[in-house]
């Protein structure tokens, strides 16, 4: 202090510390600033760096998927005049729908890319030549013959679904290879390929059949429209089911049921379900509902039973809390009014805590759409080709079809995959999006 | 009938039932003019009418849907060639099986076989019989429930508390659904698991360090069916959560510090939902992620410094599986940092604490129960994260602690098990459950516990 | 009352005559506090009694706080002598708290919170760049309404400040400064037994005397003291305030106070202040005996508060 003789007498002073004035304390208190203010500045880095690197993160994995997945939606084409030969076709005139059927479009390809390069002779050099469209090119040629044949005998310019490794080439996701390391065409076939790309006979055009079709072991006839049905039918199942008991059973816990020991053991119980491995509810889907009951395996009926229970807690979780912001006075007013329970609950109190109650079960059943693990237990794994048209068909989802495509080794499947990522993901945020809109529009503050 | 066209009818019946039973409560009172007179609105009448017109009906529907197809099939193995039913379990199943495809039309009636044909033939004339008897059946009971609620209803009648009794009963159904869940669980994974170490003695599978369930010696021999010590699993997954955790909670703790008090509003609003994105990412965005992306990354990197790292290493799928819970562990840390009441901030300040001194010492410190619940809760998830580590960590079951190595988990193994084609009774598939219920009484430990920590925290500052 | 004089707010004001003892305007008792009213609507409220000490350790000139638009503290100035025990009285509301929390710069930790004007400490001012927020607080200790012990053990929460200033060379000197504090703080009979038990096992008398011996460690000059007893009962309110009055003679003390009572127990000057206006400044003595602005009056007889 400026001036000593102010300064009161320090009381019982017999340690050291209680002997320093306050100006000594205050010495030592500057001298520690320097390294706290340093320990500050790095303890702050340190949470600004963890923030920025979860930021990267989620940057980074946006930015492969989607570098790796945006080409799915463009595929190459080749041009080919096609030429419905009716000695190939229907050789005996019958115009009958099953001798189309049987029919070898694969001819009918081959002798159009024959067309294109008219040089080509040999048996192997034409099967090479024909390798650069897809095997799916003839199905789709035989879908326009059956829906129309009156083409049969005529020609017309199509553009024909090029194969796989011409499809990877064309975006650069493979190498042309060398004379030591051939890539997966042969030079002949790159010569081709090269004189397609000059002529603009070959060109990347929208994927419509990756919106449109189902699996497949070619990867460029391999559709998610399948899945996506597969998801449809499980999801709604699941919302039709989870909804309602959820709900209901948010009502009674929060509505009817007394606190007692009961009551808490269901509210412990939800609490734990929330946190079980979805892996186990797999199991369960496993033993009870396909060992049990006996239902059919991959179905998603099956799918739909196992999702409810699994987003069940969620939801009753979503909706207790719903329940809970409703005022109490509100419900006062109510019985106060003569209303029952039950009246005061349809009435008043429901409707006010819908809202609620509808963001809980979006954000729900977007958890649902992206579970895989409990719905690899119940079978719904498996390569499925067509598209399901009930609950009770095999069908598969689009996070297993991801699994699915991730294990195969073809390269294209990769870009499939990232492209099925890009389709689930543009659900989810859909759907995510309506939860925040509706959070948003209906939050209300009492 | 089938029973969906059953159900229709008894939909429709019941709209039947409600207008009736509406109707007759009018009558009691004189029409509209006498409403006053009834106890209970008439549309509580017609309610009551038709739900006991339905709920029995439906009942007994469901029961006999349920178990037609076990009675007739005993019926009809029962009138099978003796040598049939003199087939083992697992082969009388494939019969069974062949008879219900020739039922469904999956395979045509010329192509059977011709008992197969024969019972077929048996089994639908059951199933029509099956069908007659319970149309009349859930008719006559919808009839029935029809006419007794009609004979009692009278203006004295509580119609309205017995619908609401009804419907009370129902809710406390639907919150009972959450107990059978956990009840089923328990049941279906220790029924088949005490079935597998009714195979395989309990301590092999728990000490045992070796774990190769694929190499079938004689596949009707009992237990000699590979080695089912699942030491080297409980590791791979204790590896890979303990790298995912390493991970995690780093990263979680230290950006919901800095959110939570460091950060500006404004960029507080902007960064919590971007890194919030990460916990509604599937998991199988994360498993390809880890397989296609990181795991390459790293071995391409652990070449570049001499450093052979397998390409399913465990620090792969470890890495994403910490990435994957970073925002698990950052929301619940945000909420245990923001119960610490201000008063204990401003007790520090007071003193001349910095921010940095203040968080360390004082607020991480009073919520360390919090974070720690909330790290028991990550772990129980990483322990029960089945994509990431089946996509990216490999199948090879080594007991290893090198990250750089390939490793099995408790999970994968389940799937890879339980995934393709299996017999139900074989010590292969039974182990999975075995796995299962291990993952299941590990994680619902963890569970318990943690939830407990949290309430009491919470509790405490409330 | 030797020298009450009134210190004019304003250069403006300081042109008025200040030789009237009670007030500046020269109209009878009852004009004035009706002139006062209107001061006070209008927010130039000029504080009565002496506002300055002879050798401040504080010094206030024209603070004013504002809470976002919220002007919270207007215009007050005041000196905080060296030791003796000032207590801030008022209506609640009143923005007492608000100015005490100004001394060590405690609103900073508050969002939107701004302060303008000068307060100054031993010369310098403290919201100086060159002043250091850590140092003021370690010069300037803080006691809080509600006993806020850190959840650490009874010796962690007193040797929480001392570690972090890096007062104590080692454990020894460290033991040394937690026991005198704990003596001086009237504590260490009752938990010398029990150090490493947690400070929150306390009651609440024992939690508010461990909070003091916390300040009381890193060797202040002053502490202040926001409603320190007002969770407290009868018979720890008592403890707190003997040990108060003990304190007074190492430190310069500024309390905060609900309880006219109280004030008039422990300190030695008294302020009043009204909706963020001080109006009245004096020996506690004089004011409890003889408020001389109306509204001082009326709280300290009751008629509102």
Not at chain 1, 235 to 256: D, K, R
């Amino acid at each position: 202090m400026s001036d000593p003789t102010t300064q009161p007498p320090l009381a019982s002073a017999s340690s050291a510390s209680a002997r320093r004035t306050p100006k000594e304390t205050q010495a030592q208190v500057a001298r520690s600033l320097r390294r706290r203010y340093w320990a500050e500045r790095r303890f702050r880095f340190y949470g600004l760096a963890a923030v920025l690197l979860g930021i990267a993160f989620v940057v980074f994995l946006f930015g492969t998927i989607f570098l790796k997945g945006a080409s799915t939606f463009r595929q190459s084409y080749i041009k080919v005049e096609v030429f419905y030969d009716p000695a190939v076709i229907d050789p005996a005139s019958t115009r009958n729908p099953d001798d189309i059927r049987g029919a070898d479009f694969q001819a009918v390809v081959r002798a159009g890319m024959r067309q294109l390069f008219p040089q080509v002779e040999g048996r192997k050099d034409v099967r090479d030549l024909a390798r650069l469209i897809s095997s799916g090119a003839a199905y789709d040629l035989r879908a326009r013959v059956l829906d129309d044949p009156r083409l049969i005998g005529q020609r017309e310019t199509q553009w024909l679904l090029a194969s796989d490794d011409v499809d990877m080439l064309m975006k650069g996701r493979i190498a042309r290879g060398t004379a030591e390391e051939p890539g997966p065409l042969n030079p002949n076939q790159l010569a081709w390929f090269d004189q397609l790309r000059q002529s603009d006979a070959l060109e990347l055009r929208f994927n419509e059949t990756f919106f449109t079709h189902g699996d497949s072991r070619e990867p460029e006839q391999a559709g998610v429209w399948g899945a996506v049905m597969g998801s449809l039918f499980t999801l709604a199942l699941t919302l039709l089911l989870s909804f309602p008991i959820g709900v209901a059973a948010a009502i009674y816990l929060e509505e009817f049921a007394h606190k007692n020991r009961w009551t808490d053991l269901i509210e412990v119980n939800i609490n734990n379900l929330a946190a079980v491995p979805s892996i186990v509810f797999g199991l369960l889907g496993l033993a009870v509902f396909i060992g049990f009951f006996g239902l059919p395996r991959s179905a998603p009926l099956v799918g739909a039973l196992v999702l409810t229970l699994l987003t069940l807690p969620t939801i009753i979780i979503a909706s207790r809390a719903a329940l809970k912001g409703v005022p109490p006075s509100i419900r006062e007013a109510a019985l106060g009014m003569g209303a029952s329970r039950i009246q005061m609950v349809t009435h008043h109190v429901l409707p006010l805590a819908m809202p609620g109650m509808l963001t809980g079960t979006i954000i729900g059943m977007a958890r649902a759409l992206g579970e895989t693990a409990p719905l690899l237990m119940i079978g719904m794994v498996a390569f499925i080709v067509d598209v399901p048209k009930s609950f009770t068909d095999p069908a598969t989802v689009l996070p297993v079809q991801v699994f699915l495509w991730s294990d195969s080794p073809e390269r294209a499947f990769v870009e499939r995959t990232s492209g099925a990522i890009i389709v689930l993901l543009g659900f989810l945020v859909i759907m995510n999006a309506t939860a925040v809109v509706l959070r948003n529009k209906f939050e209300r503050r009492w | 009938m089938t029973p969906a066209a059953l159900l229709v009818v008894l939909v429709g019946l019941s709209l039947v039932a409600y207008v009736l039973g509406k109707s007759r409560a009018l009558a009691t009172v004189g029409g509209n003019r006498g409403i006053r007179n009834l106890h209970s609105l008439p549309s509580y009448y017609g309610a009551l009418t038709a739900l006991w017109c339905a709920i029995p009906a439906l009942v007994v529907l469901g029961a006999w849907v349920a178990f037609q197809d076990t009675i007739i099939i005993k019926l009809v193995t029962s009138h099978m060639p003796a040598s049939v039913q003199a087939l083992p379990a697992s082969q009388l199943g494939l019969v069974i099986n062949d008879v219900h495809n020739v039922v469904a039309g999956n395979v045509s009636f010329e192509n059977a076989r011709p008992e197969i044909r024969a019972a077929a033939q048996e089994y639908l004339e059951l199933r029509s019989i099956s069908r007659y008897a319970l149309t009349a059946l859930v008719l006559a009971i919808g009839i029935v429930g029809i006419v007794l609620v009609r004979t009692r209803i009278s203006p004295q009648f509580r119609a309205r508390n017995a619908v609401e009794r009804m419907v009370e009963w129902a809710l406390i159904g639907c919150s009972l659904i959450a107990v059978l869940t956990t009840v089923g669980i328990i049941l279906s994974v220790a029924f088949e698991a005490a079935r597998f170490f009714g195979k395989v003695p309990w301590y092999h599978f728990i000490f045992g360090l070796e774990w190769s369930p694929q190499t079938a010696i004689r596949a009707d021999q009992v237990g000699s069916s590979g080695s089912f010590g699942a030491v080297p699993l409980f590791a791979g997954t204790a590896l890979i959560s303990g790298i995912a955790m390493l991970i995690a909670v780093p990263i979680g703790l230290f950006s919901a510090i800095y959110l939570a008090e460091y950060a500006h509003r404004r960029f507080r609003a902007w960064t919590k939902p971007f890194l919030e994105v990460l916990a509604g990412i599937p998991t199988v965005v994360y498993g390809f992620f880890a397989a296609l992306t990181v795991g390459p990354m790293l071995r391409g990197w652990g070449e570049s410094i001499g450093l052979p790292v397998a390409s399913e290493s465990a620090l792969a799928a470890g890495l994403v599986m910490g990435i994957m819970i970073v925002p698990f562990v950052s929301s619940l840390a945000d909420d245990m940092i923001t119960a610490v009441p201000q008063s204990l901030r401003d007790g520090a300040y007071a003193l001349g604490a910095t921010k940095s001194e203040t968080i360390k010492q004082v607020v991480v410190r009073a919520a360390l129960p919090g974070i720690v619940g909330g790290v028991l809760l990550a772990i129980s998830r990483a322990i029960g994260e089945t994509m990431i580590v089946v996509m990216a960590a490999g199948l090879a079951a080594n007991l290893t602690a090198n990250p750089f190595e390939a490793v099995t988990t408790v999970t994968v193994q389940i799937v890879t098990l339980l995934v393709g084609d299996q017999e139900f009774d074989s010590p292969k598939t039974l182990a999975a459950f075995a796995l299962g219920l291990v993952l299941f009484l590990v994680t619902l430990g963890l569970n318990i516990l943690a939830l407990h920590i949290v309430k009491k925290y919470r509790e405490q500052y409330e | 009352m030797d020298s009450s004089t009134v210190e004019p707010k304003r250069e403006a004001a300081a042109a008025l005559s200040p030789d009237a003892g009670v007030n500046v305007k020269p109209s009878g008792r009852r004009a004035a506090a009706v002139e006062e009213d209107s001061l006070v609507l209008r927010g130039e409220v000029q504080t009565v009694g002496t506002v300055t000490v002879s050798d401040p350790l504080f010094h206030c000139e024209d603070v004013n706080v504002y809470y976002g638009e919220k002007h919270a503290i207007k215009h007050v100035s005041i000196d905080i002598g060296r030791g003796q025990v000032l207590a801030m009285i008022g209506p609640s509301g009143c923005g007492k708290s608000t100015f005490l929390r100004c001394l060590n710069r405690m609103n900073d930790t508050i969002a939107g919170a701004r302060v303008t004007g000068a307060i100054v400490l031993d010369g310098q001012d403290i919201h100086d760049k060159k002043q250091d927020v850590v140092q003021l607080r370690a010069r300037v200790g803080m006691v809080f309404q509600k006993p806020n012990p850190f959840p650490k053990s009874i010796y962690d929460n007193v040797a929480y400040g001392p570690r972090i200033h890096g007062l104590a060379a080692d454990r020894v000197e460290l033991d040394e400064i937690v026991h005198t504090s704990l003596r001086r703080a009237g504590l260490w009979e009752e938990v010398k037994d029990r150090l490493s038990h947690p400070g929150t096992s306390l009651s609440g008398g024992q939690q508010q005397r461990l909070c003091i011996a916390r300040t009381i460690a890193v060797n202040p000059e002053v502490i202040l003291m926001d409603e320190p007893c007002s969770a407290l009962d009868p018979i720890a309110t008592a403890k707190i305030e003997d040990l108060i009055d003990e304190l007074r003679a190492t430190y310069a003390i500024v309390i905060v106070t609900h309880s006219m009572q109280q004030a008039a127990r422990v300190s030695q000057r008294t302020a009043y202040f009204h909706l963020g206006d001080l109006i009245e400044v004096g020996e506690t003595d004089r004011i409890f005996t003889n408020p001389r602005h109306r509204l001082t009056e009326d709280y300290i007889t009751g008629r509102f508060g």
